[in-house]
Every structure is written in C-alpha cells, then in structure tokens.
C-alpha cells in the first residue's frame, strides 16, 4: 500500500522555526515530485511547495516564498520543509503528496497520493 507519512509539527511561537518531514512506504519518494500543502480551520487547502523528483526545481507559493525551503534528503529517501519566520497565520495542518506531473504539483486536486498531515501551531 502507497503512503505518505508527515512528521515534524508540533507548537511553536512566532518568530520560531520548525522543519517538517515526509517520508514513503511502499514506493520510491525519489520517483516522485512531492508537494506540500496546508489547511487552516475553515479555509481551503493550499499548496505551498514541491519540489521535482530530482531535487533540481522548486516551487514556492507567494504566502511562504524567503520563509520556506523544500529540499530532499536522498539518503534518509524524505523531503524535508523547513519553515521560518512563522506566524500565527501558518497555523494549519500540513500535508505532503505526490505527483508524476511537476506543473501541477500545486494543485490540490491532480496530487495522486496524501499523507494524513501534521499539525502546526503558531502561537505565542
């Protein structure tokens, strides 16, 4: 069975950093474009970052772009999203899935496989 397993969140206060983890079991993250993405309470998921199977390009949604960074641990076989700079407005459950299509890899609704999401709470 494909999984995504999200780990890392927890509660930290503004102006804090926190570094969230996905990793795969029963596929190869490294064949995959990896996305990740958010849901506040009440509002819609967002995606955030991805980053290409091989490592080489990235994406940034303007609400995380100088804050975020997405890379890949091709050793630990995890993609890794370091956030900085958080603000009450970054609390949200966030989520990593997967893609065959990089152009996409934003979008919500064309990512093939989700993890259950780890939650991040900004607060002081």
């Known amino acids: 069975q494909w999984q995504l397993v999200e780990t890392g969140g927890g509660s930290v206060q503004p102006g804090g950093s926190v570094t969230l983890s996905c990793a795969a079991s029963g596929f190869a993250l490294g064949d995959y474009h990896i996305g990740w993405f958010r849901q506040a309470p009440g509002k819609e998921r967002e995606g955030i970052s991805c980053?290409?199977?091989?490592?080489?390009?990235?994406k940034y949604s303007d609400s995380v772009k100088g804050r975020f960074a997405i890379s890949r641990d091709d050793a630990k076989d995890v993609v890794n999203l370091q956030m900085s700079q958080l603000q009450p407005d970054d609390t949200a459950v966030y989520y990593c899935?997967?893609?065959?299509?990089?152009?996409?890899?934003?979008?919500?609704?064309?990512?093939?496989?989700w993890g259950k999401g780890t939650l991040v709470t900004v607060s002081s």
């Open positions: 899935a997967s893609i065959n299509m990089y152009d996409k890899c934003l979008s919500p609704s064309d990512m093939m496989v």
């Open positions: 980053i290409s199977a091989t490592g080489t390009l990235t």
